[in-house]
């Protein structure tokens, strides 16, 4: 299978004699961050982050070689510098379409990160605030408990802790039936606990965001978003759904498995429909300009004072503690704050999401101690590349490496199996 490769050079910090293959795109200037925003005692040694590299260079490779994807694009972030790009495979199988960094994926509940970054610059403009009272806004809203639903805020929506059971309503909308009227249903649910008392994980609830702030400032949800965040980031081909999708000048065809190998089908529409739960689509290079800003790189865009509030751990999320064997071996804390998710990872606090949607998978992860992370897209299903960020995350914080991945085992499976039968292509992963 053919693949691009990219190394960027890290100037003088890491030492790698490789030059770039390309610049990246110019992005617009920017303020310096805050001097105490990252002290050389936190610096991971230099060595460690070389290896790092040279490791994940090895797994990659490994992974191609089972041809364990259709495509995937990765980037390894440093100190605001993308010290690492790669991209295996094809956006499109069928037609030998290479992935670059600039072909654009569905990112899935990655999607959700924008959303909350958007609502803390209306917060800090006035145009609302995080404790907003969802009835004094959507004239539509109730829950089964109508004292709940007085109660409920804009954080409890996007900290998922409205009291609703997990992925309300996520089945109704994957058989086509409208957000809109799904929104107005809630009250037929009976709710897993108080509104702000459990967690909950939602997309249906979640789209209601874009409701608040279409309410509140009378413009899209998605406008906001392209001009308050895509635009002033340089974030070139992100957008919003599956016109913005395949319109792009490079995009990654979702695939399943078959007895012949990786096959593209069509996007399905299901999921753009709540827009602020996993509406974007972006490219690595898009990535690596978000992951820079959310680990404090661009404070002209996102304040150091919003990011805090962003990534402060929020409601407990007990099941993530054992959700996957690198959680079960890894995490002794898990939470989820607005947006992202917070572990405390082998010691250190990880701000993490992933995301899932028919023939798409999406990783993101950083250490804010650190200022390092890791963004990864792919276009196709099986677990095998979601073990590939914990094993990086193992080595960059010097413990002892396990094959999360599956790479290095000779009994490791390359595509997966297609079942027998009607193919029902899963919709979206709870995630």
């Known amino acids: 299978m053919q693949f691009q490769k990219i190394f960027l050079l890290v100037a003088g910090a890491l030492g790698l004699a490789i030059q770039p293959l390309r ?37 990659l490779t490994l992974l191609e070689e089972r041809h364990a994807v259709a495509g995937l694009a990765t980037a390894v972030v440093v100190d605001d510098k993308v010290a690492y790009e790669h991209t295996i495979g ?13 072909t654009v994926f569905r990112l899935a509940s990655l999607s959700k990160a924008f959303a909350t970054a958007l609502v803390g610059l209306l917060v800090d403009d006035g145009k609302l605030h995080w404790d907003t009272k969802l009835v004094n806004v959507l004239p539509y809203f109730k829950l089964k408990n109508m004292q709940d ?12 802790r409205l009291g609703l059971p997990r992925n309300t309503y996520d089945n109704m909308l994957e058989d086509d039936i409208p957000y ?16 702000g008392e459990c967690y909950g994980y939602q997309n249906v609830a979640f789209g209601m965001i874009s409701d608040v702030v279409f309410a509140r400032t009378g413009e899209f949800f998605y406008r906001l978003v392209d ?21 792009s ?5 979702p695939h399943h498995p078959s007895a012949r190998g990786w096959v593209p089908f069509e996007p399905k529409e299901t999921y753009y429909r709540v827009a602020p739960a996993a509406g974007v689509n972006a490219s690595l290079r898009d990535m690596e300009k978000w992951l820079i800003a959310q680990m404090g790189g661009r404070p002209d865009v996102l304040p ?16 993530e503690l054992y959700a996957t064997p690198w959680r079960r071996a890894r995490l002794t804390a898990a939470h989820y704050a607005l947006g992202w998710r917070v572990y405390e990872y082998g010691g250190q606090t990880l701000i993490f999401h ?5 023939g798409y998978r999406t990783m993101i992860g950083f250490f804010p101690k650190y200022h390092v992370g890791v963004v990864t897209l792919w276009n196709s299903t099986g677990p095998m590349p979601g073990g590939l960020m914990p094993m990086v995350f193992d080595d960059l914080l010097g413990l002892p490496h396990v094959d999360w991945a599956g790479v290095e085992s000779k009994a490791a499976r390359a595509v997966p199996k297609k079942r027998k039968g009607r193919i029902r292509h899963p919709v979206h992963h709870r995630h």
């Not at 795109?25 to 105490?36: G, L, V």
């Open 249 to 253: 000048k490079s995009w990654a065809r």
């Open 90 to 102: 094809y956006a499109d199988v069928a037609t030998k379409q290479p992935v670059t960094p600039e």
């Open 354 to 358: 992933a995301g899932a949607v028919a």
């Open 149 to 160: 639903a007085d109660k409920a805020t804009v954080s409890d929506i996007l900290g998922q």
């Open 304 to 319: 150091p004072a919003l990011l805090q509030v962003l990534h402060m751990p929020g409601v407990v999320t007990p099941t």
């Open 180 to 195: 809109e009227e799904l929104v107005r249903k809630l009250d037929e649910v009976s709710l897993a606990c108080g509104v």
């Open 23 to 59: 610049a990246a795109p110019s992005s617009p200037p920017r303020k310096p961050p805050p001097a105490s925003a990252h002290s050389a005692a936190d610096a991971l040694p230099v060595a460690r982050i070389k290896q790092t590299l040279a490791d994940y260079q090895r797994w």
């Open 227 to 247: 001009k308050r965040i895509f635009y002033p980031l340089g974030m070139n081909t992100a957008s919003y759904g599956r016109t913005g999708l395949e319109t």
